[in-house]
């Protein structure tokens, strides 16, 4: 409130220039609050509260599908780590490891090394092209169902129903004051998220060691300390992402909804409010009276009370509609209810949208699948797919690697025949010892090499050595061409002594006197 | 009072108050975020200063009550360090020489050990590639030419006594009479002659012949193959120590240069000599034992090269 007195107050210096300007403006209330909310133009708000999703509890076909998602997910996530495959005594038997501590990464039957790296590239590949193709062909599908932002906040969603009730009872919850009772409530569900968050945290750590041991290691307090701060770091995470952030991460923090909307086209299958039908919406009451000024939809909000991001959908199309479908569950059962026909918010088209508007009958979802575009996509992805399978088909589990000495580059001998020295890494990617074979290729009769290990008396123009299993040996190969002889060059050949015959050579360098 | 409230009209934001020729202040507060990020590194640092070395003194910064130092830190790796290495030196220790090349495992760890410490200990001398420098008359060790021996043994023993070192009554010493006060230019020509004819190179003379089996032979042997109990080195290979050119070699014969390296027993453990053993008898030549006997034998009796090879060829084959 103004104070007459303020107002009044004795001129002071500087106020005529104030007065000069700020005669034109219109007149400021005093007050402070007021002030703040005078007519002039305030800056564009960029920052909006998030307003708490509270979904009511749905059942029907969409909502079981998503069930039946989330336990094959997590049941993917949770026992993998646990699968033995047997590999024979020289490689782990956990069937999905990521050792990078031995740099090797298990798939069942594949075995992938650092240098194979590719590998890993193409199925990161696969994965990008694999959600243009879901995305092409169903849409928004991985947002609604698969991604694990989408199951987690899930979870935690049935939790939140566990512990505080359904939509209207945690609304009144949340707006009750602190007390005793929201307390230990608050309480309750928050431990639970704290479980399944460590569950997940913990279970994530398996992937990268022995699974039962380590799950022993980690409550025997003797695991590394980078297991604890992974399971401590990725606790906070599903906690603060599933427990709180939920739909902001699609809404606000993840790019895939983006990228998304850029490939979405009219031929695209998404959740559609069918706005021809259903408007002019209006009570069932007020519809039963004027039934034609009236559409089907009878405005009973329940498309928007189910929805796991607080979206309307009869708003269109839109960034938070993650296309989970449980309006679609929501509004089939109203319409059951009121005798209407099924489908008021259904999977469709643009396309179909317009057609269907301009009078055309409703087309069964799986017509939207057939297009160009997701048989391109396919086909990139599958040839991608092939590709690898290929090269892990025909890869060579045998390799040879050679690097000359450069200091000294040869050396001169008693009987004056010259040695050049060369480190060899021999690389033997079975999980098994194998005795491998190093011979010489494009040398004069004469040439000799031995190794570090035997003497020169045990020189010949080849070398029988045992690779250990799962290794790459590396061995200090000398080789002595016989005085006079002019080579610049030659190979080094490996060929594995056993059924399999594999084989590999690099050229390399001899230097000799004369160079 | 009144002004604390109004609002600039632009903005929307309202004046602190503060005006200096008509150029008022606006509130527009650090973020809080920010404001109390400020004051976190503010009470970080007050702790840190207490428990962390912080204020520079006169010698020496502050020392923190948790006593810590980068110095000590290594101190502890290095300690850290060594026992991690203590099992493989115990082992080392307690092996006998002759048996690390039967534990692979063994001698990898004590060629590994060794490269280490040529590049500390050695290098100087006999290179970073251990080819030593021929114009300095320090021996190139990845050859097979050997003056006291080839063997594990007969290198650690050279890496204990040293050659001509004082430092030990056992070093390995000799010393060749500087014959260019005893021959004539002519003589000095002609055993340099025969001394190249040895390995091939020209044509001898039977004066030289003659010098050489009156002067030479008994060191160097009568075909020129050199007595490793001696250290007279093999003049009938394409070897040598100073240079193969004829200037050198009758340089040599003449005032011959003697090379001195010093024993390590007093500078470094054993364990570390049996490694610096295993490197240079990894580089390529070492000989394993038994085969200096069996070549040094046939020598003694034997007059012609070729004989010697061939009875290296029976033994070589004996053997394998």
Known sequence: MADPDELERPPQNGDATKRDWGAALPQVETDPIAARRLPHQPPPKLYEKRKAVHNKRIDGPFRRFKWLVMVVTLAIYYVTPWIRWDRGPYAPDQAVLIDLANRRFYMFDIEIWPHEFYFVAGMLIMAGIGLFLVTSAVGRAWCGYACPQTVWTDLFQHVDRLIDGDRNARIRLDKAPWGPAKAARRGAKWSIYLLISMLTGGAWILYFADAPTLFVDFFTLEADPVAYMTVAILTGTTFWLGGFMREQVCIYMCPWPRIQGAMLDEKSLIVTYKDWRGEKRG???????NPDEYGDCVDCLQCVAVCPTGIDIREGQQIGCITCALCIDACDRVMAEVGRPRGLIDYATLEQCEAEAAGAPAQPAWKALVRPRTFIYFGIWGAIGLAMLFALGTRSHTDLTVSPDRNPPFMLMKDGSVRNSYTLRLRNMEARPREMEVSLAGLPEGSVMWTDRIG??????????????????????????????????FRFVLTSLDEQGESDSEETTFSGPGD | MSDKYRIDEPTGTEFVGHEWDGIEELNTPLPRWWLWTFYATIAWAAVYVVLYPAWPMVSQATEGVLGWSSRSDLAEEMS???????????????????????????????ISGGAAAFKQHCVQCHGAGAAGYEQYGYPNLNDDDWLWGGTLTDIEYTLIHGIRWEGSDETRSNYMPAFGDIFSRAELDAVTSHVLSLSGEGQSSATGAQLYADNCAACHEANGAGNRDLGAPALNDAIWLYGSERAQVSQQIAYPRHGAMPGWSDKLDPVTIKMLAAYVHSRGGGEFEGDATEEVAPEIETESADEVAAAEQVGDDGRS
């Open chain 2, 80 to 110: 850290a360090a060594d026992m991690a290495r203590a099992g493989t030196f115990e082992r080392i220790a307690a092996t006998d020489i002759t048996k690390l090349p039967a534990d692979a495992d063994l001698m990898g760890q004590a």
């Open chain 1, 456 to 489: 020169r008396e045990d020189a010949a123009p080849s070398q029988t050595l045992t690779v250990p299993a799962d290794e790459t040996r590396v061995v200090r190969a000398y080789v002595v061409v016989p005085a006079g002889s002019d080579i610049d060059s």
């Open chain 1, 283 to 289: 009570s069932l009451k007020k519809s039963l009276k």
